[in-house]
């Protein structure tokens, strides 16, 4: 497992992120992220205002793009994306600061019951 930190670039969908991930050495590398340990169903809802993924508008006002984040880096899985946990703290830029008391957005969305646990296998 790798810690680093990264901001948040582009929200796909409930668990799955786009980052930009600082390697230090001002060495950046943008990574396609799916969030570890859980799955959020592919439901939309239709509204007045277009279809609304609730996963991805909870993600968004979480941590929006441009967001800082701190990630870990579990390992690649079969789809080429990375599986990562996200923890990060409204407001807060610093790496070790976000650490002292991180949210960790996987486990929120599993809170909020917009996703599920989820270790491989059949979904």
């Known amino acids: 497992m790798f810690q680093y930190p990264a901001t948040v670039g582009r929200i796909v ?10 390697l230090g050495f001002r060495t950046h590398v943008q990574v396609d992220v799916r969030l570890a340990h859980i799955n959020t169903p592919e439901t939309i809802n239709y509204t007045a205002k277009g279809l609304i ?4 508008v909870y993600v968004a006002k979480s941590i929006p793009p441009g967001a800082p984040v701190v990630v870990d880096i579990l390992k690649q899985e079969k ?3 990375w599986l990562a946990v996200i923890y990060f703290q409204p407001g807060v830029s610093d790496r070790l600061k976000i650490l002292e008391n991180p949210r960790v957005l996987n486990d929120e969305l599993v809170r909020e019951g917009l ?4 270790e491989g296998g059949k979904k």
């Open 53 to 56: 993924d609730p996963a991805a």
């Open 13 to 22: 969908d409930g668990d799955t992120l786009w980052l930009d991930v600082d």
């Open 79 to 81: 789809y080429g994306r």
């Open 115 to 118: 996703a599920k646990r989820y």
